[in-house]
């Protein structure tokens, strides 16, 4: 019956009509049919207006604006308006509160205030997610439930009792004999021997720091807890409502890292995901690709849909910069170039009041007589053009791979450096090959690598054998495989893998380093050609392992930096970084690399500057062309541009900040 | 019988005989002679030896010292002694002390430890309060009475459920209904509906942004907790002490702004204040100068009292910087050049032991064989002069808007900006004019504008409409009214005015802006002459409107950045900066400003450098000059210099950092 | 029968078998054994492992492992294993845990989490060690008791009730009346009077700064009660297992400022103590020296032992730097050319779980096949040649005085400057000696100082009358005396003595200061030659007091900044140093101090770049060097390298990072 996504590259958004007057309702009705809306998230944060009390319920206005969009073609992703419960419900409950490291109890009076694991709480969620279900399963405008709302983005970890309870089950569950606790904690050291289920404790506040498995576990039970709810949500929207796609937004920011969305992905029917820009970070763009080819890489190579991202100012920043003018088009584009279907943004009309009234909106302040709004007008007839190419794929010979775990585990307490972020390498890597049109799969360890001729294994800090063993498998089948320093440490429990560095890989690569000489923010140390950042590390090269480049100065001065080393009969091979090289050195590996495994860019002769990826279904292909630089630049190809409506006969030239999508002949 | 100010100007300062014994006192007198000293303020942190026990008093030593100085002529400014309880006192009554907003408990041990609302601290206070007007109302050495100290200091806001049952009362009392609290704050977003008085809690530590709205009222409400506490212990001093005037030191400093004291002004009978310099800040001088300019601004003009400076360092910076030889005279000057009557030390004698050992005192440790005291005495015989122009006022044809409620709002979770100083225009423009030797009145935008031939609207974000017709009014009366970014942007509830920004002075200024462009600290644009900071906006400039200057590069690269509009059929007209003009700029926009407002500087001839104010009694005026460089420089003048006891006939030379008080001929 | 330090020179570590299974156990011993490890401490973190339950004992494994040690005739410091309680025991007794200032209680999952006055885990803990000295204290391997482990490291100070009583019995035995507390505290300032002891509470967070004298007799009370702790462990032991020398291993390192370890030396048979560089320091190498000064002040002069330092990274700095090849060794003879006889590593061998897995070890990840336990192994055979100084003593004919009182007084709130560090003047004089190769004892002011011939006094705030005359004497009888600023300003209860700074010494050093100048961070006033940095003051010398150099800028140019008096009829002399001059100008002054007191370099011609130090048992004497140079550096000696193991005949060689121990001829 229905599906997502649609047959048309869908544009909408959040839209919050219950902060608005009736009258206002209609004047955005018609203004979503201007600006080509084809869609709206309903009902994000609407709880206390649907159940002012406790199993009394105010469905009218919903009833009707349901109606009124119905009419106007709009589908309705309906929220099930559980993310934020209503300030009755936590008078009545306050131990629904979430609890933070320090003790601190959460109050209400924002949004999320509410336990992973309350079982109150719990229960009213999926009394309104019944109610909902049941009024609205066969309502004609719904297209998708959208359950909860950015899933942890403010209320975890908790570390109430409610939590301490449902944690000892999790273990339970996962260790069976405590003895396997003690084990995997290595709760020999420190006197931290558990002798029953009932002493352990979320890692709370200490007085120094934690131990790091039970950290690593208690990330775990978080994800895994909020996992439980979704899935509690899911049970009852299948059964009651069939037929429906469900989804929940994830977010793959670089720094929302609280979910193992690999995990998730089996209880929504749509990959949907929000972003937003931090202007802050030092390569904003290379994030936003990233995070696509992430959320790509979640949806297994499936269009997903971009649930929210913002026209322009966000208001959560220290300063929130505006968008430049045409960007708003761009970054949608943006999106859609890395595998995107459905393009929303948070939200529709720009509050007026409360905490997010200076975060940009389709409809500004200013009203629809606004650059702003113009613009979205402009994509919505770009979008109709754009909608020939839904359900094609992104194409990628590279891949990254991702694993949330293992980024957790390198987050943890005492570590070498807790100056290094765990995702360093891997977006260093990625904005080298991004910058020369080269399209990686950013995938978990588990994916299948068979296809992919590259094999990025970018500070994989904590692997299980069993991923260790694929990585080698992908070098043995011919892949060049590109491991970084800090990679294959640890196990799934985060114990050291003995002998030597890195251990779970020391085979593969030929090597083995005896310790880590991490470097400071800043610091660097001589390469024999440029220079290498963050780490470095005592190498040995076991025989019958190139040595590619030297340290040049410094304790570890003529100890191996860069090596290769043959993966086996065929042409793969494995290369090992102990140090991130500055970018032009890096570039220069990833150069060698990619001809190694003759890899090559999306367009020849493309320009610095111009992001470039392609999808294709099969027959057809789409090249997307975006100019990040401040000049005109010109592009090889020939088809027709659907951006610029218009024929392309040998060049694209696109203006500072344009972008093409070529239908390629 | 009494008042104040008195008829000299008044030197004096803290006393607290209590830390030092007897035969100190008299010395403490004997010194006071010697300085010149005609007021002390007498037990503000008393209350333990007051009442050591509940209802046993011990006043003995405070007879003696009351005797003593009025025997040797020395006015007291008598406190309630009520600032900070006793420590049996919060031993006996825990649930007086005040909560913080992650939920710890305040202890006492340090000073201020109650809570605004407790109704246990209030009766005990008032019951103290009660006691000293009974005791020494009829004092002969009495002459004012001293509330409290630095209300709100350190206990404000409070987050315990006390204050959350006196918020609720608050919100009734302003609300009535409470679908009008849900109005005001917007709870239709976030699922945020009270649907009872009794959901309503403080705005406690939340999982993210608490509700604007929520915190606005919050900070309205706190402060208006300690107003009812003044006008608490006002009544009592007013029905057993008539006829003596009541005032509290407020705390005019840059960095606090937990009051708003326009809606305190009614329950002194003089203003009366406390000035630190800080030293961190950019501009101190500056900013001593506008604390000056607010203080009058709050007192209506009218001579204030500077209950309490420093004659050297403090003890709460993170280094503590000693004042100059020399500025110990110049600070107290400066006070009294923007309209201080009095001017009052904390403290007297430098204390040995506690918190405060290492604040600098008019005593200090070295003792009266000093440099420091040495300079005071020097200050004695300068104010026996000045006597002559208490009561004048200081002239001002500027008017500087400036609203507590607004800065509040500004402050709020989710702004464009955080990095941004709610002050930032209103200290740039104030500190243009007084590099100019332009005088202006900061006040509040309910002032009577009538007398302004300028009128500076600096960030003044939040405006009610009624505060808003009085700038428009201004303009069409014939003034020049300066209007920066960020200002007219909501309304009380902090409700954005929606249409296109600045909404409540778009008509005044025949501009409409679309979009803020905020920039960073440090961040700039270029302007067709020089650059703006910290803003920027995408302002179209309506028909009639004159552009002054323009964005010459970035996003908004052609757009107006200043403009002009006439302000009706006179000669007013309505600027409006769309952003920070780095100072040169600014300075020349100023210029154009003052010279369209044929206003002029108090000297023409003024040397960049000097200071430069003017107070006046209708018959006789006085040049006040204070030489902030480090070169003598030599002002114009003609007359009797106060301070040097000289005659000045052409030029007054003032030595580096020098100082004149210019009876003028 | 047994005694410490030994006969050799130890070489070992803190030993964890119950991190390994027991095969590993002896390889552990047969690697021991090749890098001549002479002892291991044992248990420091089993309590969980030897009392899994209340009253139940598990003693198996360590009968084990210390039989097998003895076998290989490795003596054991064994622990009473009291450093961290199992999780049972808190999971039964949650009173037992800390709570911090704010309120948080801190949970256990680290390590040490209780409360220092709990009477139930004192109950708890000497159980334990009474079993442990039962079972153990005639057991052949056993050579000396560890009790706890590094006391104060991260449970102090505790603000619970529980240590409310206890603070309050300890100030009824300080003070006896409570009025006594009063004065102390100054409490007649901020209406702090306490009437009954009961009102009187830890100095939890309170609403501004707490009371000086308050939070000084509060880390007084709070180092005694954990030296209660450690008595009544060690009479357990005194008791049970007599004849055994007892230890506690102290932190002498730069940040850990905790407990007065003057008062805890009679507990103690041998000084032992605890090492680890922090990079982020300036000045890291000299730091070691301070430590190692420090130690042997703490111990009387007399050897000393090195408990714990790492062989290489540590786990708990933001970026964890490797030592570089020789560092191991290096650091290692650094201790014990500051007096050590005995040097541990934490641990012997690296975790592959739990908190401290990236802390270095002796046999680290890699195994014993690595370059880092090569070099312990060639420390091991330079250990050998060392023994034959064992027990020898560091010539030193300079005290530095080091108070932890004053230390903690100086570092009260409300300070002239927060940003000075106490140990400021301390370390750069001791820095410029050791650069000069002049060793310093670093010795508290109670000490006797009669035989040294230079004594400093830096930033010595707090000074008792007792002391400041021992300081006045040494210079009568002929020492120069070298004072800093911010000495001698106030009494045992941080209250100011009055009259001008630096009150305790404003006789012997004939100055008289009115007022501090403080400089911030980075900031300096010119000085006639150079710069001063930190501080300055309004100095007056007072007659017969010479002017060595004077302040050339600022408000006290023209001002004494170093002054030099006559100590007596001697050759004594009292220096004031009224700033902190830059190293160059700093390094002058103490030429001249050494100059005028005759004290020679421990090697006349050493290179700069090197460290040199003196040992000798009266009748022969070694020469420490340690070049920490990047050049090859030749120092004069004569005789026989125990490093090398050859004969030197008129220089030594210093390799870069090199070392030599010359037993002189």
Not at 60 to 89: F, N, Q, R, S, Y
Not at 502 to 516: C, I, K, S
Not at 551 to 556: C, D, E, I, R, V
Not at 630 to 641: K, T
Request: with cysteine; hydrophobic share 40%.
């Amino acid at each position: 019956m229905r599906s997502w996504p649609t047959k048309t590259l869908a544009l909408g958004g959040d839209y919050n009509p219950e902060q608005w007057p009736r009258p206002v309702w209609d004047e955005d009705i018609a203004l979503m049919q201007r600006a080509n809306i084809s869609f709206v998230s309903l009902g994000i944060f609407s709880w206390s207006w649907l159940e002012p009390a406790k199993g009394e319920y105010e469905f009218e206005w919903l009833d009707t604006i349901m109606d009124k969009l119905h009419a106007a073609g709009i589908a309705v992703d309906l929220a099930t308006a559980t993310a934020t419960p209503p300030p009755w419900l936590s008078a009545a409950h306050p131990e629904i509160l979430p609890v933070d490291v320090d003790g601190h109890t959460l109050w209400p009076g924002s949004r999320q205030a509410w336990c992973p694991t309350s079982p109150v709480f719990r229960d009213y969620a999926l009394a309104l997610t019944r109610q909902l279900a049941t009024r609205y399963h066969d309502h004609p405008g719904l297209a998708m439930w959208h359950v909860s709302n950015e899933y942890a983005c403010h209320n975890l970890p908790c570390y109430c009792d409610e939590c301490a309870r449902h944690f000892r089950t999790w273990l339970r569950r996962r260790y069976e004999r405590l003895d396997a606790v003690n084990d995997a904690w290595g709760t020999a050291f420190w006197s931290q021997r558990y002798t029953d289920w009932e002493q352990i404790l979320p890692p709370r506040r200490s007085t120094t720091f934690n131990n790091p498995t039970h950290v690593l576990d208690y990330k775990r039970f978080s994800s895994d807890a909020l996992l439980e709810h979704m899935r509690g949500e899911r049970a009852v929207l299948v059964e009651l409502s069939p037929g429906v796609p469900v989804t929940t937004n994830f977010m793959t920011l670089q720094h929302f890292r609280h979910l193992d969305y690999t995990q998730w992905t089996p209880t929504v029917d749509v990959v949907s995901t929000d972003h937003y820009i931090v202007d802050t970070l030092p390569h904003p763009r290379a994030e936003l690709a990233f995070s696509g080819d992430l959320t790509r890489g979640l949806a297994g190579g499936a269009p997903w849909m971009l649930m929210e991202h913002s026209t322009s100012a966000v208001n959560w920043q220290p300063t929130n910069h505006a968008k430049a003018p045409g960007q708003t088009i761009r970054d949608a584009i943006a999106h859609v170039a890395r595998g995107a279907d459905t393009i929303g943004w948070f939200q529709w009309r720009q509050s007026r009041a409360g905490s997010e009234k200076f975060h940009s909106a389709v409809v500004p302040h200013a009203g629809a007589d606004s650059a702003r709004f113009r613009e979205v007008e402009q994509l919505g007839r770009i979008a109709a053009r754009l909608g020939e190419l839904v359900g094609s794929r992104v194409e990628a010979r590279v891949a990254i791979l991702h694993d949330y775990q293992a980024i957790w585990a390198a987050e943890g307490p005492c570590m070498p450096s807790s100056e290094l972020d765990a995702l360093e390498a891997a977006q260093a890597i990625h904005r080298q090959l991004h910058d020369r049109g080269v399209t990686a799969d950013v995938v978990h360890p588990g994916a299948d690598l068979a296809a992919y001729a590259v094999v990025v294994v970018p500070q994989l800090y904590l692997v299980t054998d069993e991923h260790a063993a694929a990585v080698a498998a992908a070098a043995r089948a011919g892949a060049q495989v590109l491991v970084t320093y800090f990679s294959g440490i640890s196990d799934e429990h985060d114990h050291v893998r003995l002998g030597g560095y890195p251990g779970a890989f020391r085979d593969l690569l030929g090597v083995r380093v005896e310790e880590f000489f991490p470097l400071g923010p800043g610091e660097t140390v001589a390469l024999t050609a440029g220079a290498g950042t963050w780490w470095s590390e005592d190498v040995t090269a076991l025989p019958g392992t190139e040595v590619v480049s030297r340290y040049a100065a410094g304790p570890l001065q003529g100890r191996p930096a860069v090596t290769r080393r043959s993966g086996g009969d065929g042409e793969g091979s494995a290369w090992y970084l102990s140090t991130l090289p500055e970018d032009a050195v890096l570039g220069t590996l990833v150069d060698d690399v990619l001809a190694a495994a003759r890899v090559e860019p999306t367009v020849t002769g493309l320009p610095r500057g111009v992001e470039a990826t392609r999808r294709s279904d099969g027959e057809r292909s789409w090249l997307f062309l975006l100019n990040h630089a401040n000049a005109e630049l010109s592009v090889p190809g020939r088809g027709y541009d659907l951006v610029a409506d218009t024929v392309v006969d040998g060049a694209v030239r696109l203006a500072p900040g344009g972008v093409a999508v070529l239908r390629e002949d």
